[in-house]
């Protein structure tokens, strides 16, 4: 079963937005949709967790309950973490591990989704504004995650030019979601002046971005 966290992206979203006032109604209106999908996804996971505790006191259900849980709380720190930041006033450019980050992210989601998953990162770093791209990192391999059938390729190097890159089979069992996670990369990625194609070939759905 799959405990859907709503902080993780909320926070983000936040940060992302607020940076450019002018986008702000477009971002609250985002925002609210957002939560109301993910909360309503995440409560209607827990409500599946529960039945079944109730019925057959599932071990795996209560283990699910327990992730989740966590998962959620250290996000909501997050939040605060976030929104203190952005009080201050003081957020700036970092010098980035992206395969270190690439490699935080499978772990918060490889125990929410049971995936083959194959791994080749070599070691890249970029300049940018770290929330912003653990954002699109997250959003793009969270996506890679739910969707898929069961296989995710995911690669980080560099020829010529620095590239992340993800593909994974499609689950047809699963609908498609609002495409909200690939409509905020895809500001991001104009807002930075950054790479990024998706398409769809042979049942495989396939994300690259390439930072100059």
């Known amino acids: ?12 979203l936040f940060y992302s937005y ?12 985002i925002l609210f949709q957002s939560i109301s999908h993910k909360f309503g996804n995440w409560l209607s996971a827990q409500k599946i967790n529960l ?18 849980i966590d998962f959620m709380e250290k996000d909501l720190r997050q939040i605060l ?16 591990d992206v395969a270190k980050l690439i490699t935080d992210i499978i772990k918060e989601l490889t125990p929410l989704y049971f995936k083959n998953t194959k791994i080749h990162l070599q070691p890249i770093k970029i300049n940018a504004l770290k929330v912003e791209i653990k954002l699109m990192l997250f ?8 969707y898929s059938q069961n296989k995710i390729f995911i690669r980080t190097g560099k020829f010529k030019k620095r590239y992340f890159f993800v593909s994974n089979d499609i689950n047809d069992n699963i609908s498609s979601g609002s495409g909200l ?4 990369v895809k500001k991001i990625v104009k807002k930075r002046n950054i790479y990024f194609r998706v398409k769809q070939k042979n049942g495989r759905f396939l994300a690259l971005i390439v930072w100059t």
């Open 81 to 96: 973490q976030v929104v203190s930041t952005f009080q201050s006033g003081k957020y700036s450019i970092e010098n980035i």
């Open 181 to 184: 996670g690939l409509f905020l």
């Open 1 to 12: 079963m799959l405990a859907i966290a709503i902080s993780y992206v909320f926070f983000k």
């Open 18 to 29: 607020v940076l450019q006032k002018e986008e702000f109604d477009e971002f609250l209106t």
């Open 51 to 68: 039945i079944l505790v109730k019925e057959n006191q599932d071990i795996e259900a209560i283990e699910c309950m327990q992730k989740s």
């Open 139 to 146: 959003l793009l391999l969270e996506n890679a995650f739910k």
